[in-house]
């Protein structure tokens, strides 16, 4: 083991940079260690956050929503998706709270799509919450 700094005479001066040096050597080790250890976390999170969202593939874009009535609501949507999908329809009332909730099933291809939502009271808007290709073991 070599000698630590303060093993030596008081008459002696070595810095504790060349005594790291004497015993480490000049190979940046810790260096490389550390780069090495954040390129493996930034390849790790840029994989986590791809995957994270999912690949759903379904899109979607609300046309036009209309209140029929005060127990009514109906919306038209257009859905892009390679596989059958499935949106989840929800109506709102003007503090927000979900008063009407359906599920339509979608055909693959770009459609356009007419749905009623019955609401318990009148809505003030409607949405289109998600829209979710279906596995075709369904």
Not at 8 to 21: D, L
Not at 38 to 44: C, L, P, R
Not at 67 to 85: H, K, L, Y
């Amino acid at each position: 083991m070599p000698d630590r700094p303060a093993d030596h005479p008081s008459g002696t001066t070595e810095s504790a940079a060349s005594w790291t040096r004497r015993r480490l050597g000049n190979t940046p080790v810790f260096f490389v260690v550390g780069v090495l250890a954040a390129v493996v976390f930034t390849i790790g999170w840029g994989y986590a956050l791809m995957s994270y969202g999912g690949s759903q593939g379904a899109s979607v874009q609300v046309i036009a929503w209309n209140i029929e009535s005060a127990r009514e609501a109906e919306v038209t949507f257009q859905v892009n998706s390679d596989a059958p999908a499935e949106c989840v329809i929800t109506a709102r009332d003007g503090q927000h709270v979900v008063v009407g909730q359906t599920s339509v099933e979608v055909e693959s291809g770009i459609r356009d799509v007419t749905a009623t939502v019955d609401t318990i009271r009148e809505a003030s808007a409607v949405e289109v919450g998600s829209c979710r290709e279906q596995s075709p073991t369904r």
